[in-house]
């Protein structure tokens, strides 16, 4: 298992320790991460969620190889789990990145109450590039975060941001030094020891009220298009050149 967790001082930590391998998900690790969740909106000592990666990424994304051998095919899947784990968690969730944020890493922070960045932070939603398309909502809340237009280039054209952009966009709260931004997110975490813990959960679930069924609605359109692309000869052309390690080639489609 590639997930560390551990509760300290009221925070549940989930921290993605794969570095080997760029911190890339697997279907075991998205279900540690999912139980995590669930178990922590349940326990009255846990006041907070920290979702973190490495000093030098925080997720590659989803682990190629493995997510071909056995991809998503029903909403029990563990990457589902972990998506509706995450939209229904009523505690704060907070996000701490360094590095790499890519794909799934990226749309996950779409769904964190806090999210702070390194200064060295590279952000990218690279689905059509791989023949597929945009997940986890991400069709749904990118446009209303960031307008139609700069949604297009990070959705349809793939174009990585930095952590000033993502600041800008209203993806995260703040850029810091990269030595700074789990310490940071782990203090804002701990706040909440101080503060009403009912209070928070019901202030959390009105400031989604109206928003989450729409989302859900937009998460299981995506996954049945997205599972359909998995399957696609444009989809098959990318991972194989993904795995060659050259660029793909879609002149032919």
């Not at 190629?64 to 029903?74: G, Y």
């Not at 960045?117 to 809340?141: C, H, I, K, T």
Request: include cysteine.
């Amino acid at each position: 298992m590639s997930i560390k967790t551990a509760i300290v001082n009221g925070v549940q930590t989930i921290e993605i320790a794969r570095p080997e391998k760029k911190n890339a998900l697997t279907r075991a690790m998205y279900q540690e991460m999912a139980d995590t969740l669930n178990a922590a909106n349940e326990d009255n000592t846990v006041r907070a969620v920290l979702i973190q990666g490495q000093p030098a990424i925080f997720t590659s994304g989803n682990d190629i190889e493995d997510f071909m051998s056995s991809p998503p095919r029903d909403e029990d899947a563990p990457v589902f789990q972990f998506m509706r784990a995450m939209i229904g968690c009523d505690k704060p969730v907070i996000a701490a990145v360094n590095g790499a944020a890519i794909g799934i890493g990226t749309t996950m922070l779409l769904h964190c109450d806090f999210v702070y960045v390194a200064d060295d932070a590279r952000l990218a939603m690279p689905f059509v590039s791989l023949g597929l398309v945009p997940e986890f909502g991400s069709s749904l809340v990118v446009p209303r975060l960031m307008g139609q237009r700069r949604a297009a280039e990070k959705l349809l054209l793939g174009d990585p941001f930095t952590g000033e952009q993502a600041v800008e966009y209203g993806i995260a709260n703040a850029v810091l030094p990269a030595g700074e931004v789990v310490n940071h997110a782990r203090r804002v975490a701990e706040r909440f020891n101080k503060l009403a813990p009912t209070a928070v959960r019901e202030s959390k679930k009105l400031m989604r009220r109206g928003t989450e069924e729409a989302l859900l609605e937009a998460i299981q359109v995506e996954a049945e298009i997205f599972g359909a692309r998995l399957r696609s000869p444009e989809a098959i052309e990318a991972f194989q050149a993904f795995f060659q390690k050259r660029q793909p080639d879609f002149s032919k489609f």
